[in-house]
């Protein structure tokens, strides 16, 4: 089939991508110039594992191309959306770029029509929209088009770091439809994906992937804050994880890792505006208000904890390990790394410098005061105390003994609990992390 995707970011690129390897005829559209002509020259604009290969490989043999324009609209059976969905002031989603999208679709249908009608299209809906949004969509498309399109709800579930993954080999594709021609053309698209495939009506589908973010988003807010009993406790947060994951109700991946909360474009976004969309609906908040307030103090907590093991030192030079909001990404957006960091820099003496193997760019754009280094050795140097706060691989296995004597003070405030507290103080270090004695 013919495609367009509109938005060249995490998903828009990854899905375009994705859709081509699946042998699908496939044109990204972005209004960012410049990323069309980095894309167009075969350099992605993000990082993300296995993508750059997947999207030179497709542009060569001609499925693949990226275009500043919407005129792929027309040519392609269906349009897919998935521009940003950002929070607005009040933590609702802001939907300005999802209409815009849409309606720049309907321009350009319009355009092209005008002597010949065109064959019924569809409108897909990537992005994650509160309920309801496939009936704006729809208008939004409608104040400029005549012709026949249906609008279908779609929702993304790829995962940053393992999205290429994610996209080709889904747990579980949601489509929302209202027409039964909808429906065996959303299954046509994704014949070639072995994947179980939900169809739903377009409300349903549009809270599944809230009601799916905001459940992580809970069973992390859940560990951190028995993490912190655990601390008080001398229980070991990591064994009473291992314990719960056994089980089969709740089972191996669930989302039960302590550390310096969640961060990233979604979590924190998505359980806001589904929390904004209850309050809409005059239905209790207190649930998500709880996972979101544990989630802020979290951040508060592993500050905390630097600032207790340097209350004594004066003029401290502090390292962090990871700037990322989590690993096999270069995304730093609401990355609780990067807010530990600004909770820092409050303190007038200290000197704070970053390393992450990825998102150095990103971090320059969102915290340009923080200084970085080139290398994780090159941040510890002569350091007072060690921060990880992204589980980066390339940070589990150090030789913590060469490292202790690499630092001024051998400290470290594990927040990802990569090492073993033993070992670690066994090296020399005043060692803490998180929900571990
Ligand atoms: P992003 O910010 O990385 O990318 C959005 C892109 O859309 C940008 O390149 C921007 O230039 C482009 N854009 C904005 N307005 C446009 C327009 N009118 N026409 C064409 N292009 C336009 O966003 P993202 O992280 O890819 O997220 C997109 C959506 O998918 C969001 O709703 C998000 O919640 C959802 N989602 C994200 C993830 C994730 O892990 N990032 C996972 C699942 C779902």
Not at 105 to 132: C, F, M, Q, R
Not at 263 to 276: E, H
Request: with cysteine; aromatic share 6%.
């Amino acid at each position: 089939m013919k495609l367009a995707v509109i938005g060249t970011g995490y998903v828009g690129l990854v899905t375009g991508v994705g859709f081509a390897e699946m042998g699908h005829h496939v044109t990204c559209i972005d209004v960012d110039k410049a990323k069309i002509a980095k894309l167009s020259a075969g350099q992605p604009t993000i990082y993300e594992p296995g993508l750059e290969e997947l999207m030179k490989r497709n542009q060569k043999e001609g499925r693949l191309s990226f275009s500043g324009s919407y005129e792929a609209a027309v040519e392609s059976e269906a349009s897919f959306i998935a521009v940003g969905t950002p929070p607005g002031e009040d933590g609702s989603a802001d939907l300005t770029y999802v209409l815009k999208a849409a309606a720049s679709i309907g321009d350009e249908l319009t355009k092209a029509s005008k002597d010949n009608p065109l064959p019924p299209k569809l409108v897909i809906n990537k992005s994650t929209v509160p309920v309801g949004t496939a009936h704006k969509v729809k208008e939004a498309v409608a104040s400029v088009y005549s012709g026949a399109f249906e609008v279908v709800s779609n929702p993304e579930f790829l995962r940053e770091g393992t999205a290429v993954g994610d996209v080709l080999k889904p747990d579980r594709v949601v489509i929302g439809i209202q027409t039964k021609e909808a429906e065996a053309k959303m299954r046509e698209l994704y014949r070639p994906f072995e994947t179980t495939i939900l169809v739903t009506d377009p409300t349903s589908a549009e809270l599944i992937k809230y009601a799916s973010n905001s459940l992580l988003a809970t069973e992390i807010s859940f560990i951190n804050l028995l993490s912190r009993l655990a601390a008080k406790t001398g229980a070991d947060i990591t064994q009473v994880a291992a314990g719960i994951k056994l089980d089969k109700r709740i089972g191996p991946n669930a989302f039960l890792s302590a550390g310096p909360g969640y961060g990233g474009s979604c979590f924190p976004k998505d359980v806001q505006a589904l929390a904004k969309t209850l309050a809409e609906y005059q239905v209790d908040t207190t649930f998500l208000d709880a996972v979101e307030q544990v989630n802020a103090d979290q951040r508060v907590m592993v500050a905390e904890l630097a600032n207790e093991l340097l209350k004594d030192t004066d003029n401290p030079r502090v390292a962090l390990w990871g700037l990322a909001f989590k690993a096999n990404t270069d995304d730093v957006r609401m990355s609780p790394a990067l807010d530990i960091a600004r909770l820092l820099m409050r303190r007038k003496d200290i000197h704070i410098i970053g390393y992450d193997p990825e998102a150095e760019v990103t971090t320059r754009a969102a915290l340009p005061e923080l200084k970085l280094a080139d290398s994780s050795e090159e941040a510890i140097a002569g350091a007072d105390l060690l921060l990880i706060l992204t589980d980066w691989s390339e940070f589990k296995q150090p030789d913590l003994a060469v490292m202790a004597k690499k630092m001024r003070s051998p400290r470290i405030v594990d927040a990802r609990n990569l090492y073993d507290p033993a070992e670690a103080r066994a090296a020399g270090f005043e060692y803490r992390s998180i929900g571990r004695a």
